[in-house]
C-alpha cells in the first residue's frame, strides 16, 4: 500500500532504540525524510548511519534533550519546519503514589507532557498554512486503564491526550490531525528494565518474569516494535486524512486483563 507521503519530512524523537527507532524505519520505508532524535550524540550519529545504510533514505539527526528548553531549540533550529511530527520519549518511573518521588513525577510531566507539548505547539502553525500535518504521540495504554504503579505515567500522559483532542477538532478543517498510539506489552527496551525491576522486587528470576510478560496480553505473546510503527505510519499517512483525535490501542488485547500483574507490563 502507497501511503502518499514519499518526500514528505518527519521528526521522530526519542528514536534512537525501541518504539522510536521502529517508526523510523517505518517512516523510511515509505520514503519520508527523517529526523532523529536522542540525548546521546554518538549513539544517534551510529544509529542515523546504519538507517541510511539500511534504506537508502534520507536521515538527519539532532541530538537534544527535549525536557530542557535549549533541547528544545536545538531541534526547531535543526527543523524549522516539519510534514510529520512523531514523538516519543524514554517511560517514566514506576511507582505508586505513596513513594512517588518529585523529581521522578517533574521528569515524567517534563518529558511527556511539556515537551510533546511545545513540540506541537511550535509545528502546528506551519502544518496548517501548507494544509498538510501528521502528528502522532506515541503514549501508552495507562491513559485508558491506568495502573498502580504507573501514576507518572498516567498522570502527564493522560494531560497531553486532553489538549490533543481539544487541538485537534481545532485544525482538521486544514487537513492536519493529531492521533495517539497507545502501545501496551510491546517487546522493546522498556520491557526488559520493567522484568528487571519486579525480579529484583519480588525475588523472581528475571526469566520467569519475561515469561509471564509474554503470558500477560489475549494475543498470548509480546508485541514487536514494528507492529506499533505500523500503526503509526499508517497514522501519518495521506491515507489517515479523516482519522484524527483518537486513541489507537496496540496492546493485543492487553486492556482486557484486570489483575496487578499486569500493570508492570504496561509501556
Known amino acids: 500500500m502507497d501511503l502518499g507521503i514519499a518526500g514528505r519530512a518527519a521528526l521522530v524523537t526519542g528514536s534512537t532504540q525501541g518504539l522510536g527507532l521502529a ?3 517505518a517512516l523510511l520505508a515509505e520514503g519520508v525524510a527523517v529526523t532523529l532524535n536522542g540525548r546521546d550524540a554518538d549513539c544517534l550519529d551510529q544509529v542515523r548511519a546504519e538507517l541510511a545504510e539500511q534504506s537508502g533514505g534520507e536521515v538527519s539527526c539532532v541530538a537534544a534533550d527535549l525536557g530542557t528548553k535549549e533541547g528544545l531549540d536545538a531541534v526547531f ?6 510534514d510529520i511530527l512523531v514523538t516519543n520519549n524514554r517511560g ?5 503514589i505513596s513513594t512517588l518521588a518529585d523529581v521522578d513525577l517533574d521528569e515524567a510531566l517534563r518529558l511527556h507532557l511539556w515537551a510533546p507539548f511545545k513540540l506541537v505547539q511550535h509545528y502546528l502553525p506551519g502544518m496548517y498554512e501548507r494544509r498538510f500535518g501528521r502528528i502522532v504521540n506515541i503514549t501508552s495504554a495507562m491513559v485508558r486503564t491506568p495502573g498502580a504503579l504507573m501514576i507518572a505515567s498516567t498522570a502527564a500522559r493522560s494531560g ?5 483532542h481539544g487541538t485537534a477538532t481545532a485544525v482538521a478543517r486544514d487537513n492536519v490531525t493529531i492521533n495517539q498510539v497507545l502501545p501496551m506489552l510491546i517487546d522493546s527496551p522498556r520491557q526488559h528494565n ?3 525491576q519486579r525480579a529484583e522486587n519480588e525475588g523472581l528470576s528475571y526469566d520467569e518474569v519475561r515469561a509471564e510478560q509474554g503470558r500477560m496480553a489475549a494475543a498470548r505473546r509480546m508485541g514487536r516494535p514494528e ?4 500503526a503509526c505510519a499508517f497514522l501519518c499517512s495521506e491515507l489517515a486524512g479523516f482519522t484524527t483525535g483518537m ?3 496496540v496492546d493485543g488485547g492487553g486492556v482486557l486483563a484486570v489483575d496487578n500483574e499486569w500493570e508492570m507490563g504496561s509501556r
Open 247 to 249: 486513541e489507537f490501542r
Open 194 to 196: 520493567l522484568a528487571r
Open 23 to 25: 517508526c523510523a524505519r
Open 227 to 230: 507492529e506499533v510503527a505500523a
Open 77 to 82: 533550529a535543526a527543523c524549522p519546519t516539519l
Open 92 to 96: 517514566p518511573k514506576p511507582a505508586p
Open 160 to 164: 497531553l491526550t486532553g489538549a490533543m
